[in-house]
């Protein structure tokens, strides 16, 4: 099988964590090491190379770009780790390079490794990478999932709706502490999965209209932030496993945003 994919691993043990399906098939000819080497897990990586059949480099940053292959995977932007979004940012300033990005975080649209391959990877992380086995001995996501994908951009259903409250502010000095009227305008963001609208914009927007009007008859108190957190909780609830993003402001002014 032709060897044409490099890996660009912020840290000794993401190559495998990332990457283990494609690593197993024996597909990469190199992976680029950045961060934390240590000794140690110089050693580790190394471990790892010789025995899947490919080049531990840990030139970094530093690596001849010359040497690249025809496909380079490497994290994606969702990552919240900042060594791997510079990483990102670094492979994408490359250019002329097909690319495919890869979760370390595996939090999101994951998917579930078929038991005999979560063995193979449990086992693998065991036994090249024991300096960091409190990792995936106290999260099982790192051994369980898996997430490679040739976007590194996501889809957001945006709907609207626009309901009058009346509310108060109990602690206010001014005029806020008596019953007084908005417009509450309400923009909501639900995350899609494919590019061909796996969620229908007009049934969500009648969803969100309906929640509405049986939630928010009466505000009393309630402010911007909690009729954002309300809105974000329930459509967390039915809509499982998708980012959900609220803005809720007063009088199309001001207001707050929830992510």
Known sequence: MKKDITIFAPHPDDELIGCFSVIRRRQIKRVVYFYDLTKERKAEAASVANHYGFIADFSGVKFPLKNLTKCLLIPTRDDNHPQHKAINQFAKSIGGVEMGYYSVDLDKRCELLPEKIRKEKENALNKFYSSQK?????????????????????????????????????????????????????????EQFHNDRDLEFIALKEELIDFCERRFDKLNGMSCEMIGEEIKLYFELNYPGRDIKIEVSEDNENGMLII
């Not at 976007?151 to 007084?180: C, Q, S």
């Open 134 to 190: 409190s990792l995936w001995e106290n999260n099982a996501k790192y051994v369980l999932f898996e997430r490679i994908t040739r976007k590194d951009h996501r889809f957001f259903a945006k709907v609207k709706h626009t309901f009058w409250g009346i509310h108060k502010w109990d602690k206010a000095k001014n005029y806020l502490k008596y019953p007084h009227r908005h417009l509450f305008y309400v923009t909501l963001f639900v």
